[in-house]
């Protein structure tokens, strides 16, 4: 007598199971690093936006102390402070910062720039 060879239901179905759960693992693994990606492309956009912006402050430009904002399109927004940080009757020093906002998260960029004394 030959012994019965082959699997029964209850094995192909605990093996199933597990590649069921495996899979899905793997999905969610797979779904949470294409999110974590996007985030990190949204980032780098925020940050380039929030430099060109900043670079647009060229040496010619005269800087008015106060707060400045606006919509960048795309889900993009800005806010920009401007305060002067130091004096010496002929040139301030200003102190800036730059904050750009997209879906509940931003980036802040802060410098400073030197101007004459309005």
């Known amino acids: 007598m030959h012994p019965e060879s082959g ?6 179905m605990v093996a199933f199971v597990i590649a069921a759960l495996a899979s899905l ?8 690093a294409s999110a974590q990606t996007l985030t990190a ?3 780098q956009e925020a940050l380039a936006r929030a430099q060109s912006r900043l670079a647009a402050l060229g ?9 400045t904002s606006g919509d960048d399109g795309g889900g993009f927004s800005w806010e920009m402070s401007i305060a002067p940080a130091q004096s010496n ?13 997209f879906g509940g998260r931003a980036v802040t960029l802060a410098t400073q720039r030197v101007a004459p004394t309005p």
């Open 41 to 43: 492309a949204r980032y």
């Open 59 to 67: 040496p010619l430009t005269p800087l008015q102390p106060g707060r």
């Open 7 to 12: 699997f029964t239901l209850l094995e192909v």
């Open 89 to 101: 009757g002929q040139i301030t020093l200003y102190a800036v910062r730059l904050t750009e906002r």
């Open 25 to 32: 693992v793997l999905y969610q693994v797979a779904f949470n």
